[in-house]
């Protein structure tokens, strides 16, 4: 009998409270940035996931958890600037 598949939700069994809030801080980008916010968003929270399955400390996995989410909201505002600027040009 072959395996069963495995899902994305599957991968978040075993996360603590805080590790699973963390790994879907990013995904909140899509509240504010749509298609754009949802795909760097989806990015950082398979980022996120792959840090907190990691073996570093605790410490270590908090800070960088929070940097990844903050780096995806930074892109995010990055990008709506550029493409701001591209589609209201003067002149």
Partial sequence: MPPAKRG????????????????????????????????????GGLGNLRIARSGMPTVAKVFLMLGVAVVVYVVLFIVAGILYAVTHRSG
């Fill in 8 to 43: 994305f939700f599957d991968d978040l069994k075993g996360l603590s409270w805080w590790q699973y809030l963390l790994v879907i801080l990013p995904l909140t980008a899509l509240l504010i940035g749509g298609l754009i916010g949802g795909v760097l968003g989806a990015l």
